[in-house]
């Protein structure tokens, strides 16, 4: 992302966690209700801390774990306050019944989760298991690149999550350890400019004594099709409103986002896929790459849900070869789960590259830009064979 | 609700599936499931009312004499009322097909 144009930022070095606490803070969030996790720790304690100071105005609500953690924050939001929270793998699994609850009571409540691996064997440290576990749960789901991004995806997370038109919980994920534990320059914007861009939170339907409602109520046979079928809907509708948030912050902070980030596919034969903080270390394999003369290009995927299925069917298609890197493995599945949706997207085209699926980077094993240039060297090695896909993990000892 | 809820379709349900009829769940019949129900002698009923404090469903009521009855739409057959009537004047009787 380029550096903002806005003169009003103020750039600082900070650490990506207590990067995430100040956006909640400038989001002027009403209501934070979290339990502390490895590699999560540092954004509920920083948030603790500025609620304790009177810095930030909210309720901080203690809980004895995860799944009341999330379970107060649906009743915080149901009663109309802006709600945060924050947690990592273990914690996020701890939440599941709750995430679905959320998301089918249609609570925008923001969730920054530190991605991390799932026991056992127990690892605090990174990869994308925790979050593809939930992935069906409903709730909109963006990964952040770096610090920045973690940062400015907070405050936008809640303008489009908000929004009347989607009324959606949303998670914002970074890679644990490799961004929440990094002290980086994040620009930090002019609490002014926060509050025209996220107006005060002013739900459609909240408890009143005034107006009964029901709220969570069940669904017989008769109805439960037809409030899936309308959760549906309303998740893809999302995505223009997502869409025209992005562009109005990019507007005001010179900070451009989009649902799917190009780098360097022009004329690209092979194009690698990825998702959160690693796409950098892909992006300086493409630099080496080109440099050799070698025709690759990055596409980075930023919103995972609702899947932008347009976008990447149109880059995908423009290559011959398509190089998905996983950072989790679904046991049987013949695949890591970005690798199975991007083939699934691209089956019915009809000029479709070859899709090659890699996983790596599990439990906190670093991957780095030589790394993608092992993927890309057993993709052109397959595709010699006649082979139009592979699926392996890489960096195995065997 | 104000229609059935088989009419709804699923432009039509609020967001989140918020309910915002107060008391709406009396349409929900809940007693289909029954398969023995209580059946009321009003030769040996005093009207002391213990049904109707037993009963977890509020199903009991009283008919226009004060006799206690159950209401058949969300009675569950489970027999609380018929065992703590202490002058043994509720039979649980089986459904007829
Ligand atoms: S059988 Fe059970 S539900 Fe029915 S009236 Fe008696 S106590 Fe109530
Ligand atoms: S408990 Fe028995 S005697 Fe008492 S009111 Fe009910 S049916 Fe009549």
Redesign the pocket.
């Known amino acids: 992302m380029s550096a903002g144009a806005n003169k009003a930022g103020k750039r600082t070095g900070i650490e990506i966690s207590l990067a995430i606490s100040e956006a909640a803070k400038m989001a002027r969030v009403d209501a934070v209700a979290a339990y502390p996790i490895t590699p999560q720790t540092h954004v509920v304690e920083h948030l603790s801390e500025l609620v304790a100071s009177g810095e930030l105005d909210a309720e901080y609500i203690c809980v004895e774990s995860e799944h009341s953690a999330l379970s107060a924050c649906i009743g915080t939001q149901a009663a109309g306050a802006r709600t945060f929270t924050a947690t990592s793998a273990q914690g996020l699994e701890l939440m599941h019944e709750i995430l679905y609850i959320a998301a089918g009571m249609r609570m925008p409540i923001v969730m920054a989760v530190a991605n991390r691996a799932l026991s056992a064997p127990l690892s605090i440290w990174n990869d994308h298991s925790d979050v593809m576990a939930c992935r069906d749960t409903g709730w909109i789901q963006v990964f952040a690149e770096n610090g920045q991004d973690a940062f400015d995806q907070v405050i936008c997370a809640f303008r489009f999550g908000e929004d009347r038109r989607v009324q959606m919980p949303v998670m914002v994920n970074f890679d644990g350890f490799t961004l929440s534990h990094v002290v980086e320059s994040v620009e930090f914007p002019a609490q002014e400019l926060v509050d025209s861009y996220l107006p005060p939170y002013r739900p459609e339907n909240t408890l009143h004594p005034d107006r009964p409602l029901t709220l969570g109520a069940f669904a017989m046979p008769e109805i439960y099709t037809e409030t899936r079928m309308a959760h549906e809907a309303a998740l893809l509708a999302s995505r223009p409103v997502i869409d025209d948030a992005w562009a109005e912050w990019g507007k005001l902070t010179g900070r451009h986002y989009k649902a799917v980030e190009t780098y360097r596919t022009e004329g690209a034969e092979t194009l690698f896929v990825t998702m959160g903080g690693l796409s950098e270390n892909a992006m300086e394999h493409v630099d080496a790459a080109r440099e050799k003369g070698k025709k690759v290009g990055l596409v980075h995927i930023r919103l995972w849900r609702p899947f932008p299925i347009d976008e990447m069917r149109k880059v995908l298609c423009t290559a011959a070869h398509v190089v998905v890197m996983d950072r989790a493995l679904p046991p049987g599945a013949h695949g890591g789960p970005v690798f199975t949706e991007v083939k699934s997207a691209l089956y019915d085209q009809s000029r479709r590259p070859t899709v090659h699926g890699y996983i790596a980077g599990l439990g906190g094993r670093d991957v780095t830009p030589a790394d993608f240039g092992t993927m890309y060297d057993l993709a052109m090695a397959a595709v010699k064979e006649g082979k139009k896909e592979e699926f392996r993990m890489i960096g195995v000892r065997s | 609700m104000a229609k059935p809820m088989d009419q709804y379709t699923w432009r039509e349900l609020l967001v989140g599936n918020v309910i915002s009829e107060p008391g709406s769940s009396q349409e929900y019949k809940t007693g289909d499931w029954r398969s023995l129900k209580p059946v ?1 002698d009003n030769v040996k ?8 404090m037993f009963c977890p469903d509020n199903a009991i009521m009283q008919d226009a004499d004060e006799f ?1 009855c159950a209401d058949l739409d969300y009675c569950k057959g489970c027999g609380i ?1 018929a065992r ?2 202490w ?1 043994g ?2 039979a649980m009787t089986e459904e007829s097909k």
């Open positions: 009321f009923c005093i009207k002391c009312g213990v049904c109707w206690f009322c703590e009537c002058p004047a509720i």
